[in-house]
């Protein structure tokens, strides 16, 4: 019958259990703001004397002989789990989805009697249960379900083995609080004298946990369509687009979240951030207060991110991360956060986090992604007399940004807006006092209503703002000279549903870029810009066309070419001054190093066209790049006849090799089997301090392998590593390599794992 715990109850009275509490963190830290004195604004009672003055939660007071007891309770785990798409949590307690019924059998010490027992099932959570605050469930056995979604029900089904077993329906509230459970079970009954004899019982090493319920049509984060609930609710391992809009791919991600210590640290979340007990029933509020844990500002949360050329000794680099378990394995271990994560690495660990407690999310990436510092919603370039960018005056736009995107409906907003919800964890921007932002409804951000909670501007800027260029005159005035409508969020990406491929989702963020929809949301979305009142959209149309070609597909330690491509739209004759530059950049589109600059001076004959370009070798780059390999060029044009400028900025990445990884297509639970993983050294310089970072869902921890020595150029090397599966079905191992010279190098091999041979 499952996983079967026989308790036996006491006849002693005794005080309700010391029960767990949760983190005081924020608590300590409101009451120090408050000021040690304040006993005359609050009545201070600690959790422990205001449970063991709560008669509720009193259990097991003296019985009387004829008095109904439980005497076993078997909470069928592998049948309600299985039944609750919950079989594949590690964690071995039940657990349930919300809205939906789940089965118990409840054995007494006689047989029960309808007309003269009474019995209550009662679950408590939170540290102050109270049942007009909705954390203390009592309910009667009914004869047949009311079908109330918005309450909780115990329906008796039937009772066998003489009446003394009964197997009662537990329906929660589609609407439940999400979180752990207490279970009692309470009998009363009248004796000869007509008083009523009260026994409770408390089944403390039983707890049971409820999560959201995407299966459920009542549950506020439903979604109809199973292949989607298989995808953004089971899919332990998936793909997180990296790159930049000319040439990307999936980095393969172990979101895992069904590993035991994953459940756990979301729920040590919403208790660390104090979330109201009434508020963990809506996912609105919990993807909010995740999006802030997820990362350390504020209250030390999970992650810190960096974005540095240096780093510490004794970190984990971001690009070494291949999921989200070994990030949260460190942080549960001493509650400290962990270093280090960017963008995509918070994004995994969201969706890792959220799956967790049952809301369906997925990792989305926005290439050219803007960040507005100014809520203007536009992107501001500045430019020097010299053509030369001023950097320090400049918004930024990443070569790509992660964030998330979680589905439920929207009551607390007009009808319309329910579906796929943007979020994000990335320290960026303050929201209410906190790093965090979302969740804002997609339709509201490609309608350009940015006024709809939360952070709609922010994220509206980040797909579809303006990119303006500003010339900067010696006396540091400003004035526009050039605007982008079509720049800002390309190819906006998410794994596609049950498939190794990209799902393009940028319609869901805006209309086609400029159709008459698209404009009008953008002119909708600058009413509420602080540079309304900016004529940034009166800038005259140029007569030269300029168009700024990097490559696709240049691989690193390869040669590539710039070239800019000059079209004359007049008839004149147009002569043309030009400055090209390209350096080094990370992905957050600030510039390093450069590569190199050259300047030109072409005429276009009316009507005509000319391309220039510039070459880059492999050596002029090599020992300057990043971990990204992203190049940033920079294009300043002058016309000489009539005074107009042009500016372009755009970047690209070089393409890496990935690494080839063998292992069997079918295995045999918990059997031994051999991975081995090749890499060749793709450059002209040895690569030292290698590494390889091997992890599966289910099959295999974070596990490193260091290189002994250094990789010689063209170089081949070999690691074998032995593993078994804990859990049946479809498995993905990811592998990644990374060098001081070389990162971010993965891979990702498929086994079918059997029950047996």
Same mark, same amino acid.
């Given at each position: 019958m ?8 006491s006849?002693?009275s ?5 029960r767990?509490t949760?983190s ?13 004195d ?10 422990e004397?205001?449970n063991?003055r709560n008669k509720?939660?009193?259990a ?10 439980p ?7 592998d049948?309600?789990?299985k ?11 039940l657990?349930v989805?919300?809205?939906?019924a789940f089965?118990?059998?409840?054995t007494?010490?006689?047989a029960?009697?309808?007309d003269?027992?009474s019995v209550t099932?009662?679950f ?10 909705g954390t203390?469930?009592r309910?009667?056995?009914l004869?047949?379900?009311s ?10 089904n039937k009772?066998?083995n003489?009446?003394k ?5 537990i ?7 999400v979180?752990?459970y207490h ?7 009248l004796n000869?004298d007509?008083?009523?004899?009260l026994?409770r019982h408390?089944?403390?090493d039983?707890?049971?946990?409820v999560?959201?319920n995407p299966w ?17 609710v089971?899919n332990?391992t ?11 791919g ?7 979240q069904?590993e035991d210590v ?5 729920l040590?979340?919403?208790d ?6 009434g508020?963990r029933?809506?996912p609105?509020?919990i993807?909010?207060?995740i ?6 500002m ?5 992650l ?6 240096e780093?510490?000794?004794?970190c984990?680099?971001p ?9 949260i ?5 001493n ?5 280090y994560?960017?963008?995509w ?5 969201v ?5 967790a407690?049952?809301?369906?999310t997925?990792?989305?990436?926005n290439?050219?992604?803007a960040?507005?510092t100014?809520?203007?919603m536009t992107i501001?370039?500045?430019w ?7 950097e ?13 995107e979680s589905?439920f409906?929207?009551?607390d907003?007009?009808e ?11 320290p960026q921007?303050?929201?209410?006092g906190?790093?965090r ?8 951000i490609k309608?350009g209503q940015v006024y709809?909670?939360?952070d709609?501007p922010?994220?509206f800027?980040e797909v579809?703002?303006?990119?303006v260029?500003w ?5 540091g005035t400003m004035?526009p ?6 720049f800002?969020?390309?190819f ?9 491929e ?6 869901l ?8 929809e ?5 002119r909708r ?10 004529k ?8 030269v ?11 690193i330690?390869?040669?590539f070419d ?5 079209q ?5 004759v147009?002569?043309?001054?030009l400055?090209?530059?390209?350096m080094?950049?990370?992905y957050? @589109?600030?510039?390093?190093? /450069?590569?190199? %600059?050259k300047?030109f ?5 009316? *009507?005509? +066209?000319?391309v #220039?370009?510039?070459?880059i ?22 016309v000489?006849e009539?005074g107009?400028t042009?500016?372009k900025?755009?970047c690209?990445?070089l ?5 080839i990884?063998?292992?069997?297509e ?5 059997e031994?089997?051999d991975?081995t ?9 040895p690569?030292?301090?290698?590494e390889?970072v091997l992890? @599966?869902?289910g099959i295999? /921890?974070?596990? %490193?392998v260091?290189t ?5 150029? *063209?170089e +081949?090397v070999? #690691?074998t ?6 859990k049946?079905?479809?498995r ?7 060098s ?8 990702t091999?498929?086994v079918?794992?059997?029950?047996s041979?």
């Amino acid at each position: 019958m499952g996983r079967r715990r026989r308790s036996t109850t006491s006849a002693s009275s005794s005080p309700p259990k010391k029960r767990r509490t949760r983190s005081s963190t924020s608590r300590a830290l409101r009451d120090k703001l408050l000021g040690p004195d304040q006993s005359g604004r609050r009545l201070a009672v600690s959790d422990e004397d205001f449970n063991t003055r709560n008669k509720v939660l009193a259990a097991d007071f003296v019985l009387a002989d004829i008095q109904l007891e439980p005497s076993e309770v078997d909470f069928n785990v592998d049948a309600n789990r299985k039944e609750h798409h919950t079989d594949e949590y590690e964690e071995e307690t039940l657990i349930v989805r919300r809205g939906q019924a789940f089965d118990v059998n409840v054995t007494f010490n006689r047989a029960y009697n309808a007309d003269t027992d009474s019995v209550t099932i009662q679950f408590t959570t939170g540290n102050r249960p109270q049942e007009n605050k909705g954390t203390v469930i009592r309910l009667s056995l009914l004869e047949k379900d009311s079908g109330d979604f918005e309450e909780w029900r115990a329906v008796l089904n039937k009772t066998q083995n003489d009446d003394k077993e009964l197997n009662i329906s537990i329906i929660p509230s589609a609407e439940a609080i999400v979180g752990r459970y207490h279970m009692f079970i309470e009998t009363s009954m009248l004796n000869d004298d007509g008083e009523k004899l009260l026994y409770r019982h408390e089944y403390e090493d039983d707890t049971v946990t409820v999560v959201f319920n995407p299966w459920c049509k009542d549950d506020q984060v439903y979604l109809g369509n199973e292949d989607e609930r298989q995808e953004y609710v089971m899919n332990e391992t998936g793909a997180i687009w990296c790159g930049s809009q000319h040439n990307f791919g999936g980095r393969p991600w172990n979101f895992g979240q069904f590993e035991d210590v994953c459940l756990e640290a979301a729920l040590y979340l919403l208790d660390k951030a104090e979330l109201a007990d009434g508020a963990r029933s809506n996912p609105v509020l919990i993807c909010r207060v995740i999006s802030a844990m997820a990362n350390s500002m504020d209250d030390n949360g999970v992650l810190y991110g960096r974005w540095t050329e240096e780093w510490p000794k004794n970190c984990t680099l971001p690009w070494n991360w291949n999921g989200s378990v070994g990030i949260i394995e460190q942080y549960m271990k001493n509650k400290r956060s962990v270093r280090y994560g960017q963008c995509w690495v918070f994004s995994g660990l969201v969706t890792t986090l959220l799956r967790a407690l049952g809301i369906p999310t997925r990792s989305v990436t926005n290439f050219e992604s803007a960040h507005d510092t100014d809520a203007s919603m536009t992107i501001d370039v500045h430019w020097g007399k010299n053509d030369e960018p001023i950097e320090d005056l400049n918004d930024s736009i990443w070569n790509f940004h992660v964030w998330n995107e979680s589905w439920f409906r929207r009551p607390d907003l007009p009808e319309g807006y329910e579906g796929w919800q943007a979020h994000d964890a990335t320290p960026q921007e303050v929201s209410e006092g906190v790093m965090r932002c979302g969740p804002a409804p997609l339709k509201a951000i490609k309608e350009g209503q940015v006024y709809l909670q939360y952070d709609a501007p922010f994220i509206f800027a980040e797909v579809n703002g303006d990119r303006v260029h500003w010339e900067v005159e010696e006396d540091g005035t400003m004035k526009p000279v050039y605007k982008e409508k079509d720049f800002v969020g390309r190819f906006i990406s998410t794994k596609a549903v049950l498939s190794k491929e990209r799902q393009d989702v940028t319609h869901l963020y805006k209309y086609p870029e400029g159709s008459e929809e698209e404009r009008a949301s953008v002119r909708r979305a600058h009413r509420y810009s602080s540079r309304r009142k900016h004529k940034v959209y009166d800038i005259p149309e140029p007569d030269v066309k300029f168009t700024l070609e990097v490559p696709n597909n240049a691989e690193i330690g390869k040669n590539f070419d710039l070239k800019v491509r000059m079209q004359n739209l007049v008839d004149e004759v147009r002569n043309v001054k030009l400055k090209l530059s390209s350096m080094v950049s990370f992905y957050t @589109g600030v510039p390093a190093e /450069r590569i190199k %600059t050259k300047e030109f001076n072409e005429t276009v004959e009316g *009507g005509s +066209e000319r391309v #220039i370009s510039l070459e880059i070798e492999a050596k002029d780059y090599i020992n300057v790049l990043k971990p990204e390999a992203s190049i940033q060029v920079y294009l300043r044009a002058n016309v000489i006849e009539n005074g107009r400028t042009f500016a372009k900025q755009d970047c690209f990445t070089l393409i890496k090799p990935t690494l080839i990884i063998q292992a069997p297509e079918k295995a045999v639970l918990r059997e031994d089997f051999d991975v081995t993983v090749t890499f060749t050294n793709p450059l002209d310089v040895p690569l030292t301090g290698g590494e390889f970072v091997l992890e @599966g869902a289910g099959i295999l /921890r974070p596990t %490193t392998v260091h290189t002994k020595k250094s990789i010689a150029p *063209g170089e +081949e090397v070999s #690691i074998t590593k032995t593993m078994s599966s804990r859990k049946s079905g479809s498995r993905t191992i990811i592998v990644s390599f990374s060098s001081y010279e070389l990162s971010e190098v993965e891979g990702t091999a498929d086994v079918y794992v059997r029950y047996s041979a």
